[in-house]
């Protein structure tokens, strides 16, 4: 027997398709609310020879799923279709989602989410540079914006230190380009060390220019490494800034709870839906024997989840490794790709991803077949 139907010259496409969605009708992954066939996922099956080539297609990026999908479902589709082997491609279709604030979008940038913590010094802006080259990883056109005016350091964290924007028309800027990602910051128009002097208006006006005068590429996700506290700065951004949806950065201690609390009350009373909270430094890492030691408590994370009824997204480790691959300029995520660390961003991303599409609300779906 060779399954559903006999792989004999050419099948129909369509046919092909339904008896491939059929038989992954029961696959379930804790990032999919919907099935794959609700979804309308299986877009190609083609046979050639004795190989199934399926092509999927979904609104977010899903690479991690992918990997899981195969684990799970491989052996049951290659016996049902009789195929000797199956190669699986994913082609990222990101959904535009209408911002929360009712602010109109950018064109050519699909989704804005904020990472955002009211108190500085919880690693923040390390979260957003691995979280974005993760969401690139896994298939997505993504930018970042280093909204921290006072204190840039994205320019640092990529390792383009001293570049500076080109404007082509003498109106708007290109974004710096660094490991896949499309930058901007106001880190590369100053120069080295050269302080910020600006009070909270001229500094808010400084930001939305910095963004509105990018030319960013086509964008799925541009991630906006927030500054810290709930002042000017952040306000500005909430309020005229077309934000998706954000996510909450805290530390497991007491005090970083109490603040990103607050943080988490500002995109509340301004309408802004907050996907989750990451907590980082959970536990200090030893690198010889593996023991996390909880040095700046534990459970916070999770209590300013619950509180909020939120998802806990994540709790990232501190390493030393996360700093220094940081300080080089080459990031975890891409200076070591197959490492814990690395996974559990790409988790992290893809989980960001499909949660950042069934809280919002879609406008379109933009097809964008990428080869990855």
Known sequence: MRGVDTPQGDRAEDSLCQQVTQQLAGFSHPTLQRSLADLRAVKHCLWQQNTLQITLQLPFVWQQGLLALQQAEQGSLCRALGADRITWQLQPAVATLLPANGQPVIP??????????????????????????????????????????????????????????VSTNGRQML????????????????????????????????????????????LDYLLIDMPPGTGDLPLTLAQRIPVTAAISVTTPQQVAVSDTLRGIQLFEKLSIPVLGVIENMSGHCCPHCGYLDPIFGSGGGERLAEH??????GQIPLQRSLQADLDQGYPTVISQPDSELTTLFRRLAVQVATLLYW????????????NL
Do not use: C, F
């Open 308 to 313: 909020y009824h939120l998802p806990l997204l």
């Open 175 to 218: 974004p710096i380009q660094a490991h896949g990602l499309a930058i901007n910051s106001i880190g590369y128009l100053l120069d080295d060390h050269e302080a910020t002097l600006w009070r909270g208006p001229m500094a808010s006006r400084a930001l939305e220019q910095l963004l509105r005068e990018t030319l960013w590429p086509d």
């Open 359 to 370: 809280r919002g609300q879609p406008i379109a779906t933009v097809m964008t077949v990428r």
């Open 108 to 165: 050519g940038i699909r989704n804005i989410l904020a990472i955002s913590s009211a108190k500085g010094g919880v690693g923040k802006s390390s979260i957003a540079v691995n979280l974005a080259l993760a969401l690139a990883a896994e298939g997505g056109r993504v930018g970042l914006l280093d909204a921290d005016i006072y204190g840039p350091s994205i320019p640092l964290m990529l390792g383009s230190v001293g570049q500076r924007p």
